[in-house]
């Protein structure tokens, strides 16, 4: 059963922190998104990859955060400072790139900035 | 831009009877939708889509959707409610022309199906 998993689960951390979030794809995959979801903004699209490149990172603050994807398994978002507006749960989704296709969502990272 | 609306917060049906949450949208070209249930401390689970053809798009769990271009609509329905399909449902649009591949969501509407 393929799924999208994402570590860690839960992060608590206290601001100007560094933080990583991790998600590996599908396997064969080849388009990566990462989310954000808040209570407020609801679902909103941070920065999403094909094939590792960047397509598109302006839903990200590109002041302190980055998206990478250092190989076809990982992708990674970091957020450096971080502030308490960083609170949210971060999703990554990967799909096979067609703008038809559905995109498969990890568990997520809940991230608290105290 | 595109942008995606679901008029209710929340949406209370008995089990058993037919359930309906609402969907309308707005993309500049012609659009892909999709439907997606989020289960408390869960990731988002795909249920259906619609890309091109038939109205009426079968999905998981019994779940179905039926797109309506004049009314830009994409409503989620099913026939008879479980306790089980209690959940937050969210429908995504993506336009099927130029720009982002990302998806872009509605606010979500809580389902709770009671007893």
């Known amino acids: 059963d393929a799924r999208v998993t994402q570590t860690p689960r839960d992060k608590v951390t206290e601001m100007g922190q560094e933080v990583t979030m991790r998600c590996q794809p599908i396997?064969?995959?080849?388009?990566v998104f990462w989310y954000r979801q808040t209570m407020m903004q609801g679902l909103e699209l941070l920065a999403y990859?094909?094939?590792?490149?960047?397509?598109?990172d302006s839903g990200m603050p590109k002041d302190r955060f980055s998206a990478e994807m250092p190989d076809a398994t990982l992708a990674t978002l970091k957020i450096q400072p971080s502030e308490p507006r960083d609170s949210a749960v971060y999703f990554c989704?990967?799909?096979?790139?067609?703008?038809?296709?559905?995109?498969?969502f990890g568990p997520g990272t809940r991230l608290t900035v105290l | 831009a595109q942008s995606v609306a679901q008029p209710e917060d929340q949406v209370n049906v008995a089990e058993g009877n037919p359930l309906t949450v609402k969907c309308t949208y707005s993309?500049?070209?012609?659009?892909?939708l999709f439907w997606y249930v989020q289960y408390p401390n869960r990731g988002l689970q795909f249920l259906l889509k619609?890309?091109?053809?038939?109205?009426l798009v079968k999905g998981s769990y019994g779940f179905e959707a039926e797109f309506n271009k004049s009314q830009t609509s994409f409503h989620l329905k099913k026939p008879s409610a479980l306790v089980s399909d209690s959940a937050l449902y969210f429908c995504?649009?993506?336009?099927?022309?130029?720009?982002?591949?990302?998806?872009?969501f509605g606010k979500g509407t809580h389902l709770i199906i009671q007893p």
């Open positions: 989704a990967s799909g096979l790139g067609a703008r038809g296709g559905e995109q498969f």
């Open positions: 993309v500049s070209g012609n659009p892909y």
């Open positions: 995504a649009v993506r336009d099927n022309g130029g720009g982002a591949d990302g998806l872009t």
């Open positions: 619609y890309i091109t053809g038939d109205n």
């Open positions: 990859f094909r094939n590792r490149a960047p397509l598109d």
């Open positions: 396997l064969g995959h080849n388009t």
